[in-house]
């Protein structure tokens, strides 16, 4: 079981960003994907997330309206599409892997992050001002 993000780097303020998350070893229809990110010094919050099983997503406030996933099963891969990017969106972004369906999910809340089973490795997004 694998997952390996891909996308980071180096943007102005306003910019956009594609980060990807490639799962190997399961099915996006078992699991759900979340997106994490940790700012040096700061604790690591979670984002975004994504279940095929329920057909829902979830959208932390800090990224509602300028973020979106989606996933793409023949691929077996979930992206996050990130604009109007800030320089506080600086961290680096980690996906995770959730099996089944929890009480978060069906709650239409992003589970916390001890409840993922997998994790990658983490891609960098620096935004500059």
């Known amino acids: 079981v694998q997952l390996v993000e891909s996308g980071g780097g180096l943007v102005q303020a306003g910019g956009s960003l594609r980060l990807s998350c490639a799962a190997s070893?399961?099915?996006?229809?078992?699991?759900?994907i979340g997106w994490f990110r940790q700012a040096p010094g700061k604790e690591r919050e979670g984002i975004s997330c994504i279940s095929n099983s329920l057909g829902n997503t979830y959208y932390a406030d800090s990224v509602k309206g300028r973020f979106t996933i989606s996933s793409d099963n023949a691929k077996n891969t979930v992206y996050l599409q990130m604009n109007s990017l800030k320089p506080e969106d600086t961290a680096v972004y980690s996906c995770?892997?959730?099996?089944?369906?929890?009480?978060?999910?069906?709650?239409?809340?992003?589970?916390?992050?001890?409840?993922?089973?997998?994790w990658g490795q983490g891609t960098q997004v620096t935004v500059s001002s």
């Open positions: 995770a892997a959730v099996p089944g369906i929890t009480t978060a999910l069906a709650e239409g809340r992003m589970p916390p992050a001890y409840e993922y089973d997998y």
């Open positions: 070893g399961f099915t996006l229809d078992d699991y759900a």
